[in-house]
């Protein structure tokens, strides 16, 4: 199947009878024909559910069906983005462990790995996303266990070069996790490119309408966890009667290990009702993304001639910093977010934001509605200035974040917010 196929109908195959619609299955428990069954099941829990605090009928549909779009072999779904970027990392690292993670990641990545890993012991080593093969090199450390960037970033819009980091995190024998929320697997596939692990914040284009906050972890499959470098993942593992990842589950170990271990622990797992309505989303996503492209492009070349606009970042745009990257990675299009940089500073930028009629001034990003944000009065509002610097942003930015009403109206909005601008 192509992917506008596979956005329908992975992951779910009803049967003779059976409803045409993935069911909810509000349920937090299943039912076992004896005791012995309910035994065989904890031996190994891929036979069937056991409970819904790390996996639902529901959820595992919506798993099977991103897994497939972005052509890995399994994923699991999360309560949210911030849990899948967590969770892939600490899948892989303990307390004494390193990994490196690229500058211009989401602000709220930033935090998480710079801020709260740091209290559990795991330091998070920051590279530029134009790191030169040597210097990306020098940045590992004998306890570095992975490589951690967004293809499309949020909101600095600069485009990894995904084969490049692959390459070298596979010479120092570790994983490379990509944060695919922007790009989508319908704009780039980064497993194809080398990534071994995609997550997303599903938040995002994902579900598409702003309905639910979600994340998935997508495992390629790929990775050779037996390198030396994972004992987790090729020792017994006590907290689950001896379990060896990499033998007994080999096809996918990165996933159910996460599952396994961390979702089990941690229990962030979506409720049957959120997965329902990502699924939603997902049917239409191939047909979105491009449509948020074409609006997209059309919005950076309108603000590309305005005089009041000091800079457009737009990765589709001719002449920006990423355009070859882009033209390689998401040769579709690059995506529906824009950032712009008005003349005049933190004070133009937030005229022109509040002159905005259709666009909504939202902590929102990748809806369906066209919504607007100033990344340096919020989500990158922790940052000090050396880490918004790193990342990318400056005080007259805006991230403009394309709906997909007609580009028509969302031209003439702006409009209005320029007007504002003295
Ligand atoms: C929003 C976002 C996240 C965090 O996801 P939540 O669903 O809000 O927890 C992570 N990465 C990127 C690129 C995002 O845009």
Request: aromatic letters at 10%; a negative charge.
């Amino acid at each position: 199947m192509k992917i506008e196929s596979q956005c329908l109908h992975e992951g779910y195959d009803p049967q003779n009878g059976e409803p045409r619609v993935m069911p909810i299955y509000q349920s937090t428990t299943y039912v076992y024909d004896s005791t012995k069954a309910v035994g065989d099941v904890f031996d190994d829990p891929t036979l069937s559910m056991i409970y819904s605090r790390f996996e639902n009928p529901t959820t595992d549909a919506v798993e099977k069906k991103i897994a497939a779009l972005e052509g890995g072999v399994a994923a699991m779904c999360t309560s949210s983005g911030q849990a899948a970027s967590l969770i892939s990392i600490l899948n892989l690292c303990s307390a004494g462990d390193s990994f490196i993670a690229v500058s211009t990641i989401y602000g709220g990545t930033v935090n998480l790995f710079a801020v709260t890993l740091k209290r559990l012991g795991i330091e998070c080593i920051f590279v530029s996303p134009d790191s030169s093969d040597d210097e990306l090199r020098k940045a590992f450390k004998p306890n570095t266990k992975c490589v951690f960037g967004e293809t499309i970033a949020n909101p600095a819009l600069t485009v990894l070069d995904i084969e490049r980091f692959a390459k070298i995190a596979h010479e120092k024998g570790v994983p490379l996790i990509i944060d695919n929320t922007f790009a989508t697997p319908i704009l780039c596939r980064p497993i194809e490119w080398g990534a071994d692990i995609i997550i997303h914040s599903t938040s995002k284009y994902m579900d598409g309408h702003a309905v639910q906050v979600g994340g998935v972890i997508v495992d390629s499959g790929k990775f050779d966890f037996t390198n030396g470098n994972f004992p987790d993942f090729t020792e017994p593992d006590e907290s689950y009667h001896g379990v060896v990842y990499t033998k007994d589950y080999a096809f996918a170990p990165f996933i159910v290990k996460a599952r396994m271990q961390l979702m089990r622990d941690f229990g962030c797992y979506p409720a049957a009702n959120s997965s329902f309505l990502l699924n939603l989303g997902l049917e239409t996503l191939a047909l979105r993304m491009k449509q948020y492209c074409e609006n997209a492009l059309k919005v950076a070349k309108f603000f590309k001639e305005q005089d009041k606009i000091e800079e457009v970042i737009y990765p589709g745009l001719e002449g920006d910093k990423y355009y070859e990257l882009a033209k390689k990675y998401t040769p579709m299009g690059a995506s529906g977010v824009i950032s712009i940089v008005v003349k005049g500073g933190r004070e133009n930028a937030i005229k022109f934001m509040d002159a905005l009629e259709l666009a909504s001034n939202e902590v929102h990003v990748a809806d369906i509605r066209t919504c607007v944000l100033h990344p340096a009065s919020a989500t990158h509002r922790q940052l000090t200035d050396e880490q918004l610097a790193a990342a990318g942003i400056n005080g007259g930015m805006i991230r403009f974040s394309c709906g997909l009403e007609n580009v028509d109206d969302i031209i003439e909005d702006i409009k209005k917010g320029l007007k504002a601008i003295d």
